[in-house]
């Protein structure tokens, strides 16, 4: 169908407390170069000279992919790895320092909540506002009018002023203007994670539908391995700036995601050193060990007694704090989360001022042989997240083989996330189960 998006040796750097040079004359001279073809004198580039400069950094550097008409690509990475910076290159809101990227069409982007519209204009207003800046007359607006409106479900406020809007209209009606005006690339970005979780599926289920019925090309950037895994092909993942990886299913980019900084150790443990989270929880120590405490390591047997132990402090105490932990296949598939919460309140552990060590016991012979992700989330219930499960900085790899079951004809991993030991047996077909 043709490339879309051709990047060549794009790299950007930025100036650590700078947005320019600060003095004219070199504003100037670097604006000539530009014109001319020739190298900014002022944007020094190389090795040494970023090992050199400490208030300079690379945000992006040497980044060369090219993406069909019509693909869906998944382009992820941990915060700070240039996902936003490339989306805000596509789009032309900022130039790259070096390389250069084609693109074969018009492009409309979701990158942060509220880009795009003028906050004293309509939401209406707004609507042929964004089909101006794409090209549109509003003939061909008017025409697509209702249906915009009907996909943000705002029809109640579409003619309030949009300084307004909560950020969950934003984004409603940010989405149903960018899906529905013409255009042939789409860019999204963590921006959709602002909407309730029925309304990304639906924005998710459009970007599918727009890129195979209309042959629209879509980037769509997250940390919710769930939604690329439902919309991407294919991916990108970045690794603080450069790219680490450029895939052709999105399964394998995920499993390689989550998998991301934990290969280099043997054993499940985080430590942190006291600064993440809030004066309700701030964990010191996450890690899988033994009855004892004891460090395990993996892989682990699936009929082991392994738990997940918690330490934190707490200066604050408040009685919505929930300490959860979500559990992922490598394949970013959702298998299953487990709160503090879960028993009956007598049951509930108990949060001190001070230091606190809570701890769970993960199930046997529940999870296939394989390897997952364990995310550590928590809030303060339906008031406020201090870990979100989707930007946690606490994660651990847990990998395990064997101990499937005592059967002499179950000897191989089973094409499942869990594989549970069930009882079974016979009855008197007499007397049946009730006696």
Avoid at 60 to 82: P, T, Y
Avoid at 135 to 151: H, P
Avoid at 260 to 270: D, F, K, L, M
Avoid at 331 to 359: C, H, K, M
Wanted: glycine content about 8%; some cysteine; charged content about 25%.
């Amino acid at each position: 169908m043709g490339i879309a998006v051709r990047a060549e040796h794009l790299s950007k750097e930025y100036r650590l407390g700078a947005i320019n040079h600060g003095m004219l004359y070199k504003d100037i001279q670097s604006w000539i170069a530009r014109k001319t073809g020739k190298g900014d004198p002022h944007a020094q580039i190389g090795a040494d000279h970023f090992a050199d400069q400490k208030d300079r950094f690379w945000a992006l550097k040497d980044l060369n992919f090219e993406i069909e008409q019509g693909d869906r690509v998944g382009i992820v990475g941990k915060n700070g790895a240039g996902k936003s910076t490339l989306l805000k290159i596509l789009s032309r809101i900022t130039a790259p320092t070096e390389g250069t990227v084609k693109i074969k069409g018009r492009i409309v982007s979701l990158l942060e909540v509220g880009t795009g519209f003028h906050p004293e204009l309509t939401g209406r207003e707004n609507i042929y506002l964004n089909g101006a800046i794409l090209g549109m007359k509003n003939r061909a607006v008017s025409q697509k009018l209702d249906e915009i409106i009907a996909f943000s479900e705002i029809q109640q406020f579409i003619d309030t002023p949009v300084k307004r809007y909560s950020s969950g209209m934003y984004v409603r009606l940010a989405f149903a203007v960018a899906a529905h005006l013409d255009s042939d690339i789409l860019l999204a970005d963590e921006v959709l994670a602002v909407g309730d979780a029925a309304f990304q599926k639906k924005c998710i289920g459009k970007m599918e539908n727009v890129s195979k019925n209309e042959g629209r090309t879509v980037l769509f950037v997250s940390h919710n391995m769930g939604a690329v895994k439902q919309l991407c092909q294919s991916g990108i993942m970045l690794t603080k700036g450069v790219i680490s990886g450029i895939y052709d299913d999105s399964s394998t980019l995920i499993r390689d995601y989550l998998l991301s900084g934990h290969q280099s150790t043997n054993v499940a443990r985080w430590r942190g050193d006291g600064s993440l989270g809030s004066a309700h929880f701030r964990p010191s120590e996450v890690y899988l060990g033994n009855e004892g405490g004891e460090l395990v390591e993996m892989p682990i047997g699936n009929n082991s007694d392994t738990w997940l132990y918690i330490r934190f402090s707490s200066q604050e105490l408040d009685s919505a704090l929930e300490i959860a932990y979500y559990l992922n296949s490598a394949d970013g598939d959702f298998v299953y989360y487990s709160q503090d919460t879960d028993t009956e309140i007598a049951r509930w552990p108990t949060v001190r001022i001070g230091d606190n060590l809570f701890r769970t016991k993960l199930p046997k012979r529940l999870l296939s042989e394989g390897e997952y992700t364990i995310r550590i989330v928590v809030s303060l219930y339906q008031r406020a997240w201090i870990f979100e499960p989707n930007t946690t900085p606490i994660s651990l790899y847990l990998s395990i083989k064997g101990d499937m079951s005592d059967s002499p004809y179950w000897t191989t991993r089973r094409a499942t996330v869990v594989s549970p030991v069930l009882p079974w047996e016979s009855l008197d077909p007499a007397k049946g189960a009730i006696t």
